[in-house]
């Protein structure tokens, strides 16, 4: 039996301040979402919804690199690679048993999944930089797994018819749209929940001293295998709708380094310590390419997201959310 | 059934390729190995070697190699700052994990993209006497090229072999990866001594783009399938030990070539992506690793 306490009180206000910080952005991405969604069918275009869905694919990807690479520490290359599973499931599904898909998504989550596992259990064991190598390496080894897999199109490439219209959503391209922001919306509430639970707590003690996380009792291998897998499961997600999206699918558009730079580039513009810090950098550096694509070379745009990379990392390292963090603490 | 005339042709073109790995990796040796440094824009350098090549080649007609060692003491004095720009950015900090690591990928992104806007994504070649013709002993037969790229390469790991055994600068560079404390307090400072090894390491990716461009075409983007070998070579040679770097590259050359023959060349870049994992999963510590 305790009296309330001046400090219990401040506690007490310390959490409402808290929760207000947290409901928030929440709201403002609710309200965002609604006002974009009801543009996009005020525009009414094929393209305009085609915009989004790319902008709303690097928001997934972007959320999933940071599971492991923000919150751990730990750098993942090769995302294309993931990326490439959920495309090639997709694709292998479109060929076999056609599937629906939304049930191809799951199916996706589950091989890159598995394949965040397998090569986690080999790396994961040493330093983190080992982990970071055989990723930039496996890119290499699953596009030529696919060159030489004749099944999927090889080299070549395959080529996947997508209806015009869909039932219920309208046309196709409104209904993958709409997919992909459901995938966004899902994969940013796992990185919340992520962040909030000892899972969370778990990664960011083996970020700033593994040894000592270890010695106080956090289980390292298990909870990087479960960072490594649960990230790559969602990035084969985002990979399955792709096929669609496109309607030709061949290696190098699958692995493409726009989507190995972009993925990496992101969490590192936003901010890579919270949830929100991709989510920005994907909305901002997403639009922005968006618009410069049409403008000027893509060659010259990844150019710019390269610089803007590097340029952050040097001068930025918590991205924009801590740069916007600085400032306020300089107001206050 | 062995076919003893491709099997010894493949062999001998193993070694030869294996040269050549040599000059390719010695650098992230001493970049990865030695330093810390995980620079893995280290084949975007080898690119820009072999368009340095190729630039004073057709503008110049300036042999190829010659070219490359002309501009590798600027490579060198390019190395030494950009370890400065990357010390004082992260190493200082103890933030070289993440930050170092998408710092390097952005460096190997923004070289590639640059490359590709200057020279397009045309495959190019250079011309020089001895790209042409080879020897034939027996029915094995040896092209020139391929033995420059084994000469000059196995000659770039003696010279750093030789550079560290004989001078100071040498022997701190591997003091430093041992114990940069103890290094201090016998007189050598960590950061000058880093630095002039990370020069080193950049110059010695330049020459190795020149042995590139003379061995095969070269369009931007083929730096990305020396990562997977680079760092297998180097962290099955033992990381430290050149003459590991050697022996592994040497193995990893004739791995590819047996693929290659008996295969077909489009499985060849899974080989060493194999290769590392099998040693990062059996022994992480390489064949003469300590």
Redesign the interface.
């Known amino acids: 039996m305790t009296l309330p306490h001046a400090s219990d009180r401040a506690v007490g206000e310390k959490r409402a301040r808290l929760r207000a910080r947290t409901i928030l952005p929440l709201a403002g991405m609710a309200i965002g979402i609604a006002i974009v969604f009801f543009g996009l069918d005020w525009v009414g275009t094929d393209y305009a919804y085609l915009a989004a869905y790319t902008v709303l694919q690097f928001v997934v990807l972007a959320t999933a690199w940071n599971i492991l690479?923000g919150y751990a520490?730990y750098?993942n290359?090769a995302s294309a690679a993931f990326f490439a599973v959920g495309v090639y499931t997709s694709v292998i599904n479109y060929k076999t048993i056609k599937l629906p898909l939304i049930a191809t998504m799951p199916l996706a989550a589950i091989a890159a999944g598995l394949l965040g596992l397998g090569?986690g259990y080999?790396?994961l064991r040493?330093r983190?930089?080992?982990f970071?190598?055989?990723t930039?390496?496996?890119s290499?080894?699953m596009?030529?797994?696919v060159?030489?897999w004749a099944f999927v199109g090889g080299s070549r490439g395959v080529y996947v018819l997508r209806p015009q219209t869909i039932e219920f959503f309208g046309p196709y391209t409104r209904y993958l749209c709409i997919v992909m922001l459901i995938m966004a919306i899902i994969s940013v509430l796992i990185a919340r929940a992520v962040e909030r639970s000892w899972f969370g707590r778990g990664l960011a003690a083996l970020k700033d001293d593994e040894i000592a996380a270890e010695c106080a009792g956090v289980p390292a291998l298990r909870l990087k295998l479960a960072a490594t897998a649960l990230s790559g499961a969602l990035m084969g997600a985002a990979g399955a709708p792709f096929p669609y999206f496109v309607t030709y699918v061949d290696p190098a558009t699958a692995f493409s380094?726009t989507i190995a730079?972009n993925t990496?580039?992101m969490p590192?513009i936003g901010g890579?310590s919270t949830w929100i810090g991709p989510v920005l950098g994907a909305v901002l550096l997403g639009s922005l390419q968006q618009i410069a694509t049409v403008t000027i070379s893509s060659?010259?745009n990844?150019?710019i997201v390269?610089?803007l990379?590097?340029i952050f990392?040097?001068l930025a390292?918590n991205g924009i959310v801590g740069l916007v963090e600085k400032i306020r603490e300089r107001r206050a | 059934m062995v076919n003893w005339d491709l099997l010894s042709n493949a062999l001998v073109s193993g070694v030869l390729l294996g040269g050549f790995y040599c000059a390719v990796a010695v650098g992230v040796t001493i970049a990865f190995g030695m330093l810390d440094i995980v620079n893995i824009a280290h084949p975007a350098f080898i690119m820009m070697g072999a368009f340095i090549a190729y630039f004073f080649n057709t503008s110049y007609g300036v042999d190829p190699l010659l070219a490359c060692i002309i501009a590798a003491p600027f490579a060198y004095i390019g190395g030494r700052l950009m370890y400065r720009l990357y010390y004082f950015a992260f190493e200082r900090h103890g933030e070289e994990s993440l930050q170092g690591l998408a710092f390097f990928f952005g460096l190997l992104f923004i070289i590639e993209v640059g490359l590709l806007l200057i020279f397009g994504v045309d495959y190019r070649f250079v011309e020089a006497r001895y790209i042409g013709p080879g020897i034939n002993i027996g029915f094995v037969s040896i092209p020139w090229r391929m033995l420059i790229g084994l000469i000059v390469g196995l000659a770039m790991v003696a010279g750093v072999a030789l550079f560290n055994a004989k001078t100071f600068t040498g022997r701190a560079i591997l003091a430093v990866s041992q114990d940069p404390g103890a290094l201090r307090l016998v007189g050598g400072n960590p950061v000058h001594i880093k630095e002039v090894a990370f020069g080193i390491s950049i110059a010695t990716a330049i020459v190795a783009g020149a042995l590139l461009i003379i061995i095969q075409p070269v369009e931007p983007s083929i730096g990305r399938d020396l990562i997977g070998r680079v760092f297998a070579i180097c962290v099955l040679g033992g990381m430290t030990s050149l003459p590991g770097t050697v022996i592994a590259a040497m193995l990893l050359g004739i791995a590819e070539t047996l693929t290659t023959t008996y295969l077909g060349p489009s499985w060849s870049p899974a080989i060493s992506f194999g290769i590392l994992l099998l040693t990062l999963g059996v022994r992480p510590a390489g064949i003469l690793g300590r």
């Open positions: 690479g520490g750098v290359f090569v080999l790396t040493l983190g930089t080992f970071s190598i055989a930039l390496a496996l290499v080894v596009n030529t797994l060159v030489n380094l730079v990496i580039a590192l890579t060659a010259l990844l150019l390269g610089v990379m590097v990392i040097t390292p």
